[in-house]
């Protein structure tokens, strides 16, 4: 019989400090999703010097060796126990080091040679992926326990993503408005290695800061966390539940929905600021305005996720999200290659660029939120089946997923420059014509193959408000009379 000790009810309403600090800790992860996402292909090719197929390939290796830890530590979480509960000990412990880890990827050893670089790439990208994912996997996990409401849970986890955002947009606007300065040695601001060095510093700094805020600040939450009877189980009995979990039925449209997603992600910001640099012809000043654009489409991403979530339940909201952010964000490159856009330095360009890119970032951010409120409503469908609480297997996966996927988009954005004959050391105007369309050319079907795959497997996900609600009663039912809870019709 599955084990159904822990109790059901509701925790107490949420104050706003635990809402505020929940959402704090985010930043973090913010932080290096954007400095490894947008930042650091450029860094390592344009500024360190090694090939861009390279620096792909070393991305893509540490991502995928790092990435295999996460659903051990998912499942560490979800099984540990200790007087502060499940989670906290993980997030406590992971701050020093990640902080520790993040400067040392931004101020890598001069005089090395390609192959040394290499190496030390991997084994950096690889140990602040794993210290992120011991704070990351816990936290996240505790959305399903903060609350177990519907809607409450798309609310939430919209405040959490509203610091993920703006904490990556502070820090990208400090980057380009203060860290990266033109100077006689580098006239291109985001060519000068001084503003990375810096930029890994301050970002250390925070990320410390802002994960032991989040769990002092969730601590007393403990007491009403689910905490479930201790387990003993084998390791090969282990591995089972684990690749149980992550295939099951019900997850895995959102599995597959995120594996293609994270690809694309990648994809899309890895040549984000090559687009901007050398394809628009942008300076640094002109691409941090970009960063106010992603101001105003967070806030409003956050304002409008539980009402189109209330009107078209959040897998339909989800796609259709999903769907114009992809069309509205290829548009203008489309645009470009058909000789239906502004050239560039054209007075109307910034500004068409400014809306297209808040709309655009929009409904991106209202399908990542949906999709994260969806894999918590996955937890109640299955302990009905197994009898196990397994939040943090589940964001594990999905964290597991953007991590190894991730660094497949940044790899394939590397073999698209490699393809396309993309100098390295370039400067603004020194990029043939040709090889500045070409990237536009490749760029675009091969977004369109990532994120279009990625709505069709998400079209599959059957869990409603209904249906979540009756898992819940179903649980607290089976509480009742001590009976296995029966699994919900499909």
Request: proline fraction near 6%.
């Amino acid at each position: 019989m599955p084990d159904m000790s822990a109790a059901i009810a509701s925790p107490p309403p949420l104050k706003r400090s635990t809402r505020f600090f929940y959402g704090l800790g985010g930043v973090a992860l913010g932080l290096k999703d954007n400095g490894f996402s947008y930042l650091l292909l450029i860094f390592y090719n344009q500024v360190v010097g090694l090939p861009a197929a390279t620096v792909g390939l070393a991305v893509m290796i540490a991502l995928v060796i790092d990435a295999m830890f996460d659903p051990i530590i998912g499942q560490m979480s979800d099984n540990f126990r200790s007087r502060w509960g499940r989670r906290h000990p993980f997030m406590y412990a992971s701050a020093l080091p990640i902080a520790l880890s993040y400067l040392l990827i931004w101020n890598p050893p001069t005089g090395w040679s390609h192959e040394a670089l290499f190496a030390y790439l991997i084994v950096v990208a690889v140990l602040i992926r794993t210290f992120l994912a011991l704070f990351e996997i816990p936290s996240a996990a505790l959305a399903p326990e903060l609350t177990t409401d519907y809607h409450g849970r798309t609310n939430l986890l919209s405040f959490r993503a509203l610091f993920i955002w703006y904490g990556a947009l502070i820090m990208t606007l400090l980057t380009f408005r203060v860290f990266l300065k033109a100077d006689d040695a580098h006239p291109v601001a985001q060519l000068n290695p001084a503003g990375y060095s810096m930029y890994g510093l301050v970002s250390a700094i925070v990320m410390f800061v802002v994960i032991l805020a989040s769990a002092i600040g969730t601590h007393s939450q403990i007491p009403f966390l689910r905490n479930p009877a201790v387990r003993k189980v084998s390791p090969w009995q282990t591995l089972k539940e684990m690749v149980g979990s992550i295939t099951d039925l019900t997850f895995l449209p959102l599995l597959l929905a995120g594996i293609f997603n994270a690809m694309g992600y990648g994809l899309s910001v890895a040549l984000n600021l090559y687009f901007n640099t050398f394809f628009w012809g942008l300076t640094a000043t002109q691409i941090s305005f970009f960063v106010f654009a992603q101001f105003i489409s967070s806030a409003v991403a956050v304002m409008l996720a539980t009402p189109m979530s209330r009107w078209l339940g959040k897998r339909n909201a989800a796609i259709l999200a999903k769907t114009l952010a992809f069309s509205i964000g290829v548009a203008p490159i489309a645009l470009r290659l058909m000789g239906l856009f502004p050239a560039n330095g054209h007075p109307a360009l910034l500004p068409i660029l400014f809306v297209q890119a808040m709309t655009s970032v929009t409904f991106a951010s209202i399908a990542a939120v949906l999709h994260s409120s969806m894999i918590a409503d996955v937890v109640e469908e299955t302990e009905l089946r197994t009898g196990r609480r397994s939040e943090g297997l589940f964001f594990a996966a999905s964290i597991f997923v953007a991590k190894a996927v991730s660094g497949v988009g940044i790899f394939a954005s590397s073999m698209v420059l490699l393809a396309i004959g993309f100098p390295d050391h370039a400067q603004p105007g020194d990029v043939s014509d040709q090889v500045i369309r070409n990237l536009g050319l490749v760029y675009i079907p091969a977004l369109a193959l990532t994120y279009l795959t990625a709505i069709a497997a998400m079209s599959f996900f059957r869990i409603t408000r209904e249906r979540h609600e009756a898992n819940l009663a179903r649980l607290a039912e089976a509480l009742v009379d001590g009976s296995a809870p029966v699994t919900p019709r499909i």
